[in-house]
């Protein structure tokens, strides 16, 4: 039971570049996230899924894409790599249960840099 | 607009005496509160939480405290241990949307032996 993984876990892009953050999870869980960690500003949400086929936008969207095609799997896109996109990137999943609040669990990150 | 505000960056306790992190947040929504902590290259993980039906929740060493009327909330630790030491984020959420989570800017706390 590997829980959530990421790939790769560091990258250096040129501005202009894409490149596309491999999530996956073990656990079945319904939901995944993308968040973005920057210093003194703690995790901010990029894009959600609640399910496999839907994605939503959460607080900073602008510059990323995302898909789940399939339940176990989130990608986020980035088109064209920005110095402003220089972050580590943290992939998190969780179960929905009605009623109740679930803990997110998280994947190790992965270290991105645009030059 | 920071909706979850960790106002100390950083925090340093002696072994065996208690840590006190504090939150504040300012949405009135927000009705699940959460505790993770974080060691270097890794991903956050899941501390304790808290409803805000409860004022109190315990587990072990950890207790998170929830004051609604003042919207803080606080994580004790006791005792301390070295092995605390990392970076501690508070985070908050609404629960009908998701499980999406709002997080503090994170407290580094350093436990000395």
């Known amino acids: 039971n590997a829980g959530v993984t990421q790939t790769p876990k560091f990258r250096v892009l040129k501005t202009g570049q894409s490149m596309t953050l491999l999530c996956a999870q073990d656990m079945n869980h319904e939901y995944m996230y993308w968040y973005r960690q920057d210093p003194g500003m703690g995790l901010r949400l990029i894009h959600y899924?609640?399910?496999?086929?839907?994605?939503a936008k959460g607080e900073v969207p602008d510059g990323y894409n995302v898909s789940r095609l399939k339940k176990q799997n989130f990608l986020l896109g980035l088109e064209s790599a920005a110095p402003s996109q220089t972050s580590v990137y943290f992939c998190a999943s969780s179960y929905s249960r009605d009623n109740s609040y679930n803990e997110q669990f998280f994947g190790p990150g992965t270290r991105l840099t645009v030059l | 607009d920071q909706q979850v505000k960790q106002n100390s960056p950083s925090l340093s306790v002696q072994e065996g005496r208690i840590s006190i992190l504090n939150c504040d947040y300012t949405?009135?929504?927000?009705?699940?509160f959460l505790w993770y902590k974080k060691y270097p290259a890794e991903g956050p993980t899941f501390l304790i939480s808290?409803?805000?039906?409860?004022d109190k929740n315990e587990d072990g060493r950890f207790t998170v405290f929830l004051n609604k009327s003042a919207k803080h909330l606080s994580l004790h630790i006791v005792p301390s241990q070295p092995g605390d030491s990392a970076v501690y984020f508070c985070a908050a959420a609404i629960g009908t949307s998701y499980g999406k989570l709002t997080f503090g800017q994170g407290t580094i706390l350093t436990v000395h032996p």
């Open positions: 808290i409803s805000s039906i409860k």
């Open positions: 899924s609640v399910g496999e086929g839907t994605t």
């Open positions: 949405n009135s929504m927000f009705d699940y």
